[in-house]
């Protein structure tokens, strides 16, 4: 059985650092595009972060700069790293795991993300 488990979010001040983390079981990572998304309340869901099974990255032109998506293979786990937080990154965060070629994708449960003074 697959599962996929965010952590590291809550509530930090504008200007803070959070890091999330994604662990998977049941499949390996490595094999898997991972990306990080976030959908704030009425918004839609949007990507954030991606790092693809090659390692190569991209980033939504919002958090450029302040955000780096990294995984540990060996871990079976994908982070995201956000920086001088702004309160526009209010949201929920939601690992993603997608493979084209195994035609798989699976996703988090979300964690929430609040940046409030």
């Known amino acids: 059985q697959v599962q996929v488990v965010e952590s590291g979010g809550g509530l930090v001040q504008p200007g803070g650092s959070l890091k999330l983390s994604c662990a998977a079981s049941g499949i390996s990572i490595s094999i898997y595009d991972k990306g990080w998304y976030r959908q704030a309340p009425g918004k839609q869901r949007e990507l954030v972060a991606q790092i693809t099974a090659g390692g190569r990255t991209n980033y939504a032109d919002s958090v450029k700069g302040r955000f780096t998506i990294s995984r540990d293979n060996a871990k079976n786990t994908v982070y995201l790293q956000m920086n001088s937080l702004k309160p526009e990154d209010t949201a929920i965060y939601y690992c993603?795991?997608?493979?084209?070629?195994?035609?798989?994708?699976?996703w988090g449960q979300g964690t929430q993300v609040t940046v409030s003074s």
């Open positions: 993603n795991l997608h493979s084209v070629i195994y035609a798989k994708d699976y």
